[in-house]
């Protein structure tokens, strides 16, 4: 997959540091050290990351405006270069995802922005999708064929809850039926990812011509360049105000096992990129010693899902401690959704902009981990 990266930045230092480390991460990289040439390229290409060097000033702030409002790049992700020790708010009103402190220094940079781009790389759409209900047959060689359901479906993928994994090396084949058509589609493809709670991404490889007028009429009846016409990216958060991207219990799907599926429906308006992943934790409600050992399925910049049968209420302070080989992260949060039997979802409560930190080092490590299963849907 190729990725682009536009740094628009005046300074020829920081500028060649940010782009050595993108190039270094797999980007193809432009760079501008004047604003107004930042405009035009915004309007005339298509940019996966921006790095802008904010300067709290006029021309900056019309920049995210128009970056925002851009036909081509208002959903890409954007990453605002500031002065140490400015409060970040106001940026991340304007639509910043990630935030970089000058001076800039070699590692954190490269901790930040290998952070960044992973999370770019695991939750990059090629096409917009409609969710939908529907049961596949699903085949693979070696194996008797099995029924899935289909969760969501775009013009070149889908995603879809199983009992078992489907094997992550083989050419999968679907036959299915969309809601409304007679007609069944047929087509091949192979895993993009997967998650411990069997849901699985597919990537479309082989599609008739007949299968693929199929799914077009139906994704067309289905609106499904709705989300795009307002894209995540056009309703920034604060950093007191990020939600986790957490699955959600509200659209369960029935299995062949009898077993509930827990079908996540925040992709379409999540705001930050996140890690699918196992890792493991302890967590504390605030005011007690008591640990907690859970899992966390989900973790992204501003909050995770906590796997755990008896959550804790709803709104509790907690506090979550996480170690891995290299790095130990003990972070403060509010419960803000509960589903019992299955966990709560958190949202991180920052006390400055080192805890962030912080959490970019976190996502950073656990990016290339074997726990990880990469979402590209």
């Not at 079908?263 to 999540?270: K, L, M």
């Amino acid at each position: 997959m190729d990725l682009r990266a536009l740094v628009v930045c005046p300074d020829q230092d920081s500028a060649k540091l940010l782009s050595v480390v993108l190039s270094e991460l797999g980007m193809t990289v432009d760079h501008t050290p004047s604003i107004s040439r930042g405009f035009d390229l915004v309007e005339s290409q298509r940019f996966d990351a921006i790095v802008f060097d904010y300067r709290a000033d006029q021309s900056s702030e019309e920049f995210l405006a128009r970056l925002r409002q851009s036909a081509k790049n208002r959903s890409c992700l954007l990453i605002a270069v500031v002065d140490g020790g400015f409060n970040a708010r106001p940026v991340f009103g304007l639509g910043a995802n990630f935030v970089l402190y000058r001076p800039l220094s070699s590692e954190r940079t490269r901790l930040s922005l290998r952070a960044a781009c992973g999370l770019l790389r695991r939750e990059r759409r090629r096409a917009p999708r409609a969710r939908l209900n529907s049961t596949a047959s699903v085949a693979y060689p070696g194996t008797p064929e099995i029924n899935a359901v289909l969760t969501d479906l775009s013009d070149g993928g889908t995603s879809l809850q199983t009992a078992n994994p489907l094997p992550s090396a083989a050419k999968v084949y679907f036959e299915f039926s969309l809601p409304g058509q007679r007609e069944r589609v047929r087509l091949s493809g192979e895993v993009a990812w997967q998650d411990s709670t069997g849901r699985t991404g597919i990537r479309f490889l082989d599609v008739p011509q007949s299968s693929r007028r199929l799914m077009q009429s139906w994704l067309q009846q289905n609106a499904v360049a709705t989300p795009t016409a307002t894209p995540a990216s056009q309703s920034p958060v604060t950093p007191s105000q990020e939600i986790p991207a957490t699955p959600s219990p509200s659209a369960p799907a029935s299995m062949p096992s009898g077993k509930p599926a827990l079908v996540s429906n925040a992709g379409n308006r999540r705001t930050e990129r996140r890690l699918s992943c196992k890792v493991g934790a302890e967590i504390y409600r605030l005011g007690a010693d008591v640990p907690n050992r859970v899992n966390l399925s989900d973790i992204s910049e501003g909050g995770c899902y906590v796997e755990m049968p008896s959550p804790l209420s709803g709104r509790s302070g907690v506090e979550i401690l996480v170690r891995t080989a290299s790095t130990k992260l003990r972070i403060k949060g509010q419960v803000i959704a509960t589903h019992p039997g299955f966990g709560m979802g958190v949202r991180f409560m920052f006390r400055d902009s080192a805890e962030r930190e912080e959490v970019l080092r976190l996502l950073a490590v656990l990016g290339p981990g074997p726990s990880l299963n990469e979402e590209l849907r």
